[in-house]
């Protein structure tokens, strides 16, 4: 089994340049440079790779909207989203401290590609360890010839900025991104225009995120054929995936994009801990709808994990077990939403924490039967085509799998007027 | 009153953009950096450097979690709060904590040396509970080992 993005890292460590080098580091740089822009955006189309961010839109496609040629703007920029704070997600950051030459090298390729002689790192601002290893590599490459003026003699330039943020779930969402970039508060835009056409500073962008970008170098370096075979279905590659909660092992691993949730869940993470048993599982972070025992051989691939009712997001499971309360769960997730809800459309600036105050008198036993009614409400009231972005939509995933799934745990709060995990946990 | 060297490294940020406005967080967090919170004051001035307006900047500064707009302790401990810590167990750290510094969210304890705050993923959830101690993260938490941990900050 390969594993182009993590074969180099080692708990703990940082890979330098040299030995990025030694192990075929900037092979697919030089491969990239070779050949026309254009061409590499058809290969990384044609290879199927899809954004790793969470929304899974075929990469190379999203590029193709960029526009190209003697009568393109002169400025564009392309943008690394090193965000990373849905919760439940621990994946970009094992990229970025183990192997940040792979990151850089794949962004001097997508940059080359779309023709962009500046991008930016968008970090927040708790990824200290990965900012620093960042610097360093940008400085390394920069030395290298890597970066800068007339890169490897093709006449091509290009600067890598690092941009710390300071804490803002919406500044992952891509332009609200771009706000923030601009020193604005992280408000998202109404689309169109797309960024794409008309993002930072008015001009094209692109912005992806950090796994995507790492799989570039890989994918010019050994060809789309060959990218393709890693993935068990036919999407292409491989994926981190990871698992946290009450389980064995805890943790992320690489694995071909298409493994079943059972083996990621029973071998990978080494099975729910002795006492304990599985009840469902958030997929990819904390805005994707559950699945539960039934789904535990569901594939693990965007149009599967999609079929299954859920979505594949960003590929890091949290589980829920037995002796944890599904309500508390799901209040915990809408507490996050409510306060992370940028303001700008008044369901979710309003909608959200209703959600929340309803769900936290639930759980302390003041519930009523009328409280379902108003969250199952809300569940359509926030669902897409409703707000500016996927922000809303996305808290409402888990509350309206959990509504279908758990809703006895539900009622039982609201019956017994008290949460009945948290006699135990006191 | 902004020092020279917190003036030097605004203007460095500025040069990076094509409008100086777009070092607005960068510059927030300088002056953090150096005096622990952005006053009122602090805040002006940055504005003026930025040729903004102050409103627009206070707009700005008090959308992020991390500029702190009111002082704080000599360490900020920022406990993580959101999903797999709680399941790990977050609410018995949070009780520890609480009990200990005898402080709750967004309080600050009588001999300056901590405030608490709480903090979304730190991406470590594989690790929970985990924190944040200044730049420092700490995971796999329990109520032993936050003693060993609030030892080395003083
Ligand atoms: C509220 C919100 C937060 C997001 N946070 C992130 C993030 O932290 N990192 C990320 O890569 N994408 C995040 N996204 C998705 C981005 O908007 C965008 O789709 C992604 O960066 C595109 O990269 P990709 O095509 O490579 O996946 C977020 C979306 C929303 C709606
Ligand atoms: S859905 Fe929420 S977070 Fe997204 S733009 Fe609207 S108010 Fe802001
Ligand atoms: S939920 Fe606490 S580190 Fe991710």
Known sequence: METPLTKNIIKGKTIDLKIYEKSGGYQGLRKAMSKNPEDITSIVKESGLKGRGGAGFNTGQKWSFVPMGKDAPKEKYLIANADEMEPGTFKDRLLLEGDPHQLIEGMIIASYAIQASNAFIFMRWTYQNSADQIRKAIAEAHEAGYLGRNILNTGFDLDIHLHVSAGRYICGEETALLNALEGKRAIPRSKPPFPQVSGLFGKPTIVNNVETLCNLPHIIDKGKEWYKSLSITDEGGTKLYGVSGRVKKPGCWELPLGTTMREIIEEHAGGMLDGYKFRGALPGGASTDFLIEEHMDTVMDYSSAMKAGSRLGTGTLVILDDKTCPVGFVHNLEKFFAHESCGWCTPCRDGLPWVEKVLNAIENGEGVEKDMKILEFHTSYLSPGHTYCALAPGAMEPLQSALKYFREDFMKHINEKRCPWRNNYA | ?154
């Not at chain 2, 203007?11 to 990076?16: D, G, L, N, Q």
């Not at chain 2, 959101?82 to 309080?107: P, Q």
């Open chain 2, 1 to 154: 009153m902004l020092s020279k060297e917190e003036i030097k490294l605004i203007e460095k940020e500025m040069a990076k953009f094509p409008v100086k406005s777009a070092a607005s967080i960068e510059s927030l967090k300088i002056v953090q950096d150096k005096q622990r919170w952005v006053s009122d004051k602090a805040l002006a001035e940055v504005a003026r450097i930025l040729e903004m307006p102050v409103t627009e900047l206070e707009n700005v500064a008090s959308f992020y979690n991390l500029i702190y707009r009111k002082p704080v302790g000599r360490h900020v401990i920022h406990l993580c709060e959101s999903i797999s810590c709680w399941v790990m167990g977050l609410e018995d750290i949070l009780g520890y904590l609480n009990k200990k510094l005898g402080i709750s969210y967004g309080e600050t304890t009588e001999d300056d040396r901590f405030t608490l705050l709480p903090i979304q993923c730190l991406g470590d959830c594989d690790k929970a509970p985990a924190m944040m101690v200044d730049n420092d993260l700490y995971n796999n938490l329990t109520t032993e080992k936050i003693d060993d941990i609030l030892q080395k900050y003083q």
